[in-house]
């Protein structure tokens, strides 16, 4: 698996694993953006790898490593307990020239550093709502 985590400055990372929305803000980084990171497309491959192609919602959580690298990447952005963050999706064909998905997958604000990981997983589980589903299909998407 590669990196878990992407970091908008790293000259390295694959643009095209940032997804729609990550990839605008990576784009835009001469403004004044809040500091973000990514959790790879690779990183939802390994956490669901034994879980099937329509998980239970209850399967869809981070695998312990990644789990782990979101807290690091979480305490590199600010190391205080008190910070906030906000978890949005950035799905790889999302908010894209042909598809926008708008409103579809969740996204949360005022998030506690520890809780940045399940959160994430709510994010994951927000791709296999029926709604999002049916868009993936009426569109002829990819189903993952």
């Given at each position: 698996?590669?990196?878990?985590?992407?970091?908008?400055?790293?000259?390295?990372?694959?643009?095209?694993?940032?997804?729609?929305?990550?990839?605008?803000?990576?784009?835009?980084?001469?403004?004044?953006?809040?500091?973000?990171?990514?959790?790879?497309?690779?990183?939802?491959?390994?956490?669901?790898?034994?879980?099937?192609?329509?998980?239970?919602?209850?399967?869809?959580?981070?695998?312990?490593?990644?789990?782990?690298?979101i807290g690091d990447a979480v305490a590199r952005l600010d190391p205080s307990p008190r910070a906030r963050?906000?978890?949005?999706?950035?799905?790889?064909?999302?908010?894209?020239?042909?598809?926008?998905?708008?409103?579809?997958?969740?996204?949360?604000?005022?998030?506690?550093?520890?809780?940045?990981a399940a959160r994430v997983a709510e994010v994951w589980r927000?791709?296999?709502?029926?709604?999002?589903?049916?868009?993936?299909?009426?569109?002829?998407?990819?189903?993952?």
């Amino acid at each position: 698996m590669s990196a878990p985590i992407l970091w908008p400055d790293d000259p390295d990372a694959p643009a095209e694993a940032f997804g729609g929305k990550a990839g605008a803000l990576r784009r835009l980084a001469d403004l004044p953006i809040p500091p973000f990171f990514v959790v790879a497309p690779d990183a939802w491959r390994a956490s669901r790898a034994a879980v099937g192609l329509y998980p239970d919602d209850r399967e869809i959580v981070p695998s312990p490593e990644i789990a782990a690298a979101i807290g690091d990447a979480v305490a590199r952005l600010d190391p205080s307990p008190r910070a906030r963050f906000a978890v949005r999706s950035s799905a790889l064909d999302e908010d894209g020239s042909g598809h926008s998905f708008a409103g579809q997958l969740d996204s949360f604000l005022n998030v506690a550093p520890d809780a940045v990981a399940a959160r994430v997983a709510e994010v994951w589980r927000s791709g296999f709502s029926l709604r999002v589903r049916a868009y993936r299909k009426e569109r002829g998407l990819d189903p993952d």
